[in-house]
């Protein structure tokens, strides 16, 4: 079918009926259909009249639409199958299905076919395959009068002052964009390049608490503030229902905290075999409560998170409990907080020493009142902690600081630790609490099972084969929410071969 234009034409012989007739929804989805059978990624789009049709399609159309000359079947430029009322421009991508004559023979024979028969002030239907397009530029036969023209004048303007002042708004945005992207990688680059003593000296660049830093401010856009108020706290007891005499176990209500608080400050919270089990029965339940998602370990008072052993029950065989029998039960505590699916984080106010300051170690997080003291006194006591207490710390602060630590057995200050790498960060020790709880929620915001894998993965290679075992335990427990894991246990029940094909073998 050949598709020409011929001005003189088109002024004097309107359009056949066949293309002025309003094109119908089935007829839509019927050309639709049309269009995926001879070029799998048709797709078009319908405007009402010429008037609304986009400004660079008109652009590309007009240059082939001089009078007198036919279109150019070699310029695959375009693809507009229209009528007077009804346009339909075909994806330009398809240049493929612009010349199918088979499609437009198709399209024709549909229009033909339901369409009404001619109005009196429309021409016979032509029997050859040339047809008679408008011409774009001629004005339709619609009168205007003056008052509709002031008013279409009148909005024209309008829109472009909305135009201008939307552009004028986009820009001064995209510039604001710009100039904060620039201030955030001035910024990550002044900390990785200024000591963080000198950071506050040369202009407070970066500061020493990471978290003011600019570049932040993306993720308090997209998740918002974290929220600043108080929790509110409630007893909390373990499925024995017994009561907790050397422990205050919290949780917070509406949110998924528990706090677990060592209650012996006359003692400077020191603990004995009681202590160590109330702590072993509330991170129990904490673990096996599925509200819960993160746990503060702290002690009670602003004097001392924990001093380790209450030397006054040491005995020959470990610390003597109210039976008499000595234990060094605080390993399995150490041990279940490392293996705990959640995360744990040391609050520590006052003296974290000794046992108590390989308890800060083990957890997974520590936020320091600027008041803490830190440091080990076993040597000064007759004692030591081989296990968790050398390893964790030589790795945290590297061996040569372990060996000073042990061997010297002193003390050292909040901003000494956090140099070191023995906590994460220090806030004055009536904000300690509240940010405590502000990192808690910030975790909470994010996935628990990528936090618990996580966890297990990088207390893995310290922990040796139990720590494999507790990441491959949760790299199974994974699997067994997925939909290729219950395709076994599907296939199984019943009775059939799994079918694993329909799963991809990714790279």
Known sequence: MDVSFHG???SSTPLPAVFSSEISSRQFGKIQSMGHKYSPGFRFKKWSSWDTWPMEVKKSILPYWAPGRPFERSKQFFNPFFGSLSYFILNFMNLNLIFNLNFLNEIKKLLLKSSPPNPKNSAPIPSTNRLILPNPQVPTTTKITKSKLRIFKRLQEERSEELQKFSNSSMARIAEKELETVRRRVSSVASHLLP????SSRGGVVGSNRCSAPMNDSYHRIHGEVPSHEP???????????????I???????????????????????????????????????????????????????????????QALRSKDGYADYENFGRLNVLDLQVQIRRLPKPVIAMVAGYAVGGGHVLQMVCDLTIAADNAIFGQTGPKVGSFDAGYGCS????????????????????????????MGLVNTVVPLEKLEHE???????????????IRVLKSALNAVDDGHAGLQELGGNATLVFYGTEEGNEGKTAYLEHRRPDFSKFPRRP
């Open 8 to 10: 003189s034409e088109c």
């Open 196 to 199: 963080a003593d000198s950071a």
């Open 232 to 246: 509110v706290w409630s007893i909390a007891c373990d499925e024995s229902g017994k009561e907790y005499t050397d």
């Open 248 to 310: 205050v176990y919290e949780k917070a209500v509406g949110e998924a905290i528990a706090k677990v608080t060592i209650n012996r400050p006359e003692r400077r919270n020191a603990f004995r075999p009681r202590t160590i089990k109330e702590l072993i029965r509330a991170f129990n339940d904490a673990r096996d409560d599925s509200s819960v998602g993160v746990i503060i370990l702290t002690g009670q008072g602003t004097n001392a998170f924990c001093s380790g052993g209450d």
């Open 392 to 419: 964790i710390m030589s790795r945290l602060v590297g061996p040569k600081k372990a060996r000073e630590m042990w061997f010297l057995a002193r003390f050292y200050t909040a901003s000494e630790a956090e140099k």
């Open 436 to 450: 405590t709880i502000k990192w808690c929620r910030e975790i909470l915001r994010n996935s628990p099972t990528a």
